[in-house]
C-alpha cells in the first residue's frame, strides 16, 4: 500500500472507456479469427486487447480514477478477453485443447474462489508479481500460436516455425507459472477474508 486514499470518481473516466472499447472489440476479434480467413489480423487484435488490460490499470494508478463499476467492469474483461481468446485459438487447432484446457480450469478456478470470497466478505487481494508475468506471458503466448498457425492447413514458413518453438516455451512457462502462483494465494485470501470478518463485526 503507497498510503493514497482512492477516490470514487463514477463511471466516466479513462480506465472505463479502455475497458470498453477492449469488450466492443472483442466480436470483432471473434469475427475475424472464426469467419475470416485473416488470422494474422485477429492476433494482433488480440494481442492488442491484452495490453489494454495494462493501460486501463495504469491510467487508474497514474490519474487515480479509482471507480466501482471499474473494479467490476474490468476483472470481468479480463475472464471474458483470456476465455474468448483460450477457446477460439483452440477451436481453430491453433493450440492443442490440453492445454487451452488448463489454462480455462485456472481461471474457472480463480473465477470461483474470487466470488466466494466476497460472498463471504473478504477484503480485496492485491494480484502477485508472479502473476501478472503469468498472465502477461499467456496473453503473449496465445496470439504467437494463432500468428503461427495458417487457415486450411498451409504449411508453416520457416519464420513461423521459430516463432512457434519459442512460443511454447513462453507459453509452457506462464501457465505452469500460473498454477504455482494459484497456491500462492491461499495465504492472502485467508488473510482478507478474516481482514474483511473482522471489519464487519466493528460496524
Not at 473516466?13 to 466480436?27: E, G
Not at 470483432?28 to 488490460?53: F, Q, S
Amino acid at each position: 500500500m503507497d498510503g493514497r486514499v482512492e477516490t470514487e470518481r463514477g463511471w466516466a473516466t479513462w480506465p472505463n472507456a479502455v475497458t470498453a472499447v477492449r469488450l466492443a472489440l472483442l466480436p470483432v476479434y471473434v469475427y475475424l479469427v472464426l469467419a475470416t480467413d485473416h488470422w494474422a489480423m485477429a492476433a494482433w487484435l488480440l494481442a492488442t486487447l491484452g495490453a489494454t488490460d495494462w493501460i486501463d490499470g495504469f491510467l487508474a494508478r497514474r490519474w487515480q480514477q479509482v471507480s466501482s463499476v471499474g473494479k467490476i467492469l474490468d476483472p470481468v474483461a479480463d475472464r471474458l478477453l483470456v476465455m474468448t481468446g483460450v477457446l477460439t485459438i483452440a477451436i481453430v487447432g491453433a493450440v492443442p485443447w490440453w492445454f487451452a484446457g488448463l489454462t480455462l480450469a485456472r481461471e474457472i478456478v480463480v473465477s470461483l474462489v474470487t466470488l466466494l470470497l466476497a460472498s463471504l466478505g473478504a477484503t480485496r487481494i492485491d494480484v502477485l508479481w508472479w502473476g501478472k508475468v503469468s498472465t502477461f506471458a499467456l496473453m503473449m503466448a496465445y496470439p504467437l500460436f494463432l500468428l503461427t498457425t495458417n487457415p486450411h492447413d498451409v504449411a508453416r514458413t520457416t519464420w513461423q516455425l521459430v516463432i512457434r518453438d519459442l512460443t511454447w516455451v513462453i507459453g509452457g512457462f506462464g501457465l505452469a507459472l500460473a498454477w504455482v502462483v494459484l497456491a500462492g494465494y491461499v495465504r492472502p485470501a485467508l488473510e482478507a477474508l478474516r481482514s474483511g470478518r473482522a471489519a464487519r463485526r466493528v460496524n
